[in-house]
């Protein structure tokens, strides 16, 4: 670590700030050229015990920057981690605010719910879809915190990786039920597809970003509980949105799942 204590909890409380008032900042490694990685996330658990100590709940976990496009979109090279809680859910087809969001996109992604823990290290993309009860199709509202989203690694972990919203739905199907690499991705805004890719996008396999995820929490002393909702990342590039767009995203034999946005 090379930030002390009272710097991360300015640095959490600063970007949580920024969340809940709405507005951007340059990222946090302008003034902090020095930080770790271990400060990174410190910031990030940081942000989350500030948001369990007014009661939310953690609801799910997400993987990020897993994909060649999200990576070249976003100028790095290596996924991150988040969490997601109660208050980032939007039930299937419902509307999301936009006034509480500072620049909001879109992305496609496969989620994964568990049906036992998952424990890195050694962590294997067979471990995890025997772990696997079923996966279904997600949309990921990204709002990165950070002026035009332009961040580094570091910052953007800080940031809890631009989680905002998440919407789950269409049909939830067994693992062994769907070739996840080679299954059709389809987002559309407004009726038109505006971003299509395969599951092989995110890392091979997407199941390779739960395993990934597994892997980094071992490495923390944790492991990923039964029962996880785990987005693995954006399948393509993600897609601004503003008020008046609806967004749907539809999975080969997965169905659809869609939100709108005022
Ligand atoms: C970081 C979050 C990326 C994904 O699925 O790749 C992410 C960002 O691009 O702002 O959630
Ligand atoms: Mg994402």
Not at 84 to 96: H, I, P, R, S, T
Not at 109 to 121: D, Q, R, S, T, W
Not at 209 to 235: C, D, F, Q, T, W
Request: proline share 4%; glycine share 10%; hydrophobic share 45%.
């Amino acid at each position: 670590m090379a930030l002390n204590e009272q710097t991360i909890e300015r640095l959490a409380e600063h970007l949580e700030n920024c969340q809940l008032q709405v507005r951007d900042t340059p990222k946090i490694t302008d003034e902090h050229p020095g930080m770790d990685w271990d400060d990174a996330y410190a910031i990030q658990d940081a942000i989350l015990a500030r948001k369990l100590s007014r009661g939310a709940r953690v609801v799910g976990l997400k993987a990020g920057l897993t994909s060649h496009a999200k990576m070249r979109q976003m100028g790095v090279t290596h996924p991150v981690f988040g969490f997601l809680v109660d208050g980032y859910a939007v039930a299937e087809g419902a509307a999301v605010d936009t006034r509480a969001l500072i620049h909001p996109k879109v992305e496609p992604e496969i989620a994964f719910v568990l049906k036992h823990a998952l424990k890195g290290p050694g962590c294997h993309i067979g471990a995890v879809l025997a772990a696997t009860d079923f996966v279904m199709p997600g949309i990921e509202v990204i709002d990165s915190r950070y002026r035009d989203f332009k961040f580094d690694l570091k910052s953007v972990i800080a940031d809890n990786t631009s989680a905002a919203r998440f919407v789950v739905g269409g049909r939830a199907v067994r693992p062994e039920g769907v070739d996840l690499r080679t299954v059709g991705v389809v987002l559309e805004k407004n009726g038109q597809p505006v971003a299509l890719g395969a599951g092989a996008a995110v890392l091979g396999h997407p199941a390779a970003a739960i395993a990934m995820l597994a892997n980094h929490l071992g490495r923390r002393g944790r492991e990923i509980p039964a029962g996880s909702l785990i987005l693995s990342g954006g399948v393509t590039e993600a897609v601004a949105v503003a008020a008046g767009d609806s967004v749907s995203l539809r999975v080969q034999g997965m169905g659809c799942t869609n939100l709108r946005f005022d």
